[in-house]
């Protein structure tokens, strides 16, 4: 069974609050249904931007991440991963029908300790601010840059999860989106193997030539 989210977000978004629209994110699904229970994807369903405070979690199992993703899994979102790589710029959007104010951040979560790996891409102290006329832009269209992590580190599909994370602080309410994705091993983007260096070519190299060589601007 598929889940129609798109027709769903379009007729609740008055009643809404936030979430990230642009990369895809996690939606919710049969896999999220068996750790949160039916009635939390139905309440995640009927309005997909409500805070985590609005998720029915009366059936849920403890296998239920519902402060990781807002109980979103990734196992109901494999075809959702994107590929990231040290240095990407990648442009992210938000829609806040109904702004309250509190921080922000987007950070890479490892999904298995649900802590972030890395200092925040970005933050707000204070974001989604409803006293204002209008937000400014950058609380709905904003960047962030992929750092580079150490090897191995989110190269695995569902290591890691990119999560915008937003408290509405004093309307206590907490708003989760994942944006899955894996790091590019560094290798793919390097160059070609270099040629044989001269160390390799001349068994026994006059040491000064092959300085000369080597670091010539
Ligand atoms: C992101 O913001 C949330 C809410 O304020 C906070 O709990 C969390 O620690 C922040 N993440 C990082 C990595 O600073
Ligand atoms: C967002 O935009 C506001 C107003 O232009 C600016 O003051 C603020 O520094 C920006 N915040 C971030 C995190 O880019």
């Known amino acids: 069974?598929?889940?129609?989210?798109?027709?769903?977000?379009?007729?609740?978004?008055?009643?809404?609050h936030g979430m990230i629209t642009s990369p895809a994110a996690r939606q919710p699904g049969p896999a999220m249904a068996a750790a949160c229970g039916a009635p939390a994807v139905a309440a995640a369903m009927?309005?997909?931007?409500n805070p985590l405070e609005d998720i029915d979690v009366s059936a849920?199992?403890?296998?239920?991440?519902?402060?990781?993703?807002r109980g979103a899994t990734f196992a109901d979102n494999k075809d959702r991963m994107q590929t990231f790589t040290a240095g990407q710029v990648i442009p992210m959007k938000a829609v806040l029908p109904i702004p309250h104010e509190g921080p922000m951040n987007v950070s890479?979560?490892?999904?298995?300790?649900?802590?972030?790996?890395?200092?925040?891409l970005i933050s707000?102290?204070?974001?989604?601010?409803?006293?204002?006329?209008?937000?400014?832009?950058?609380?709905?269209a904003f960047s962030v840059?992929?750092?580079?992590l150490k090897a191995g580190m989110c190269a695995q599909a569902g290591q890691c999860t990119m999560q915008w994370f937003w408290v509405g602080t004093k309307a206590m309410q907490?708003?989760?989106?994942?944006?899955d994705f894996v790091m590019a091993p560094a290798a793919a983007a390097a160059a070609p193997a270099p040629a044989a260096s001269p160390s390799v070519i001349f068994a026994a190299p006059p040491a000064p030539i092959v300085v000369a060589r080597g670091f010539r601007a």
């Not at 849920?60 to 993703?69: G, N, R, V, Y």
């Not at 890479?108 to 925040?120: L, R």
Request: overall charge negative; proline content about 9%; glycine content about 0%.
């Open 1 to 16: 069974m598929r889940y129609s989210f798109a027709t769903l977000s379009i007729v609740s978004l008055a009643a809404a």
């Open 46 to 49: 009927s309005d997909p931007t």
């Open 60 to 69: 849920a199992t403890p296998q239920c991440k519902l402060d990781l993703c």
């Open 108 to 120: 890479i979560i490892d999904t298995a300790t649900n802590k972030a790996v890395a200092p925040p």
């Open 124 to 140: 707000f102290k204070s974001y989604a601010d409803e006293n204002l006329a209008t937000l400014p832009a950058n609380n709905t």
């Open 145 to 148: 840059t992929m750092p580079a």
């Open 174 to 179: 907490t708003y989760e989106s994942c944006v």
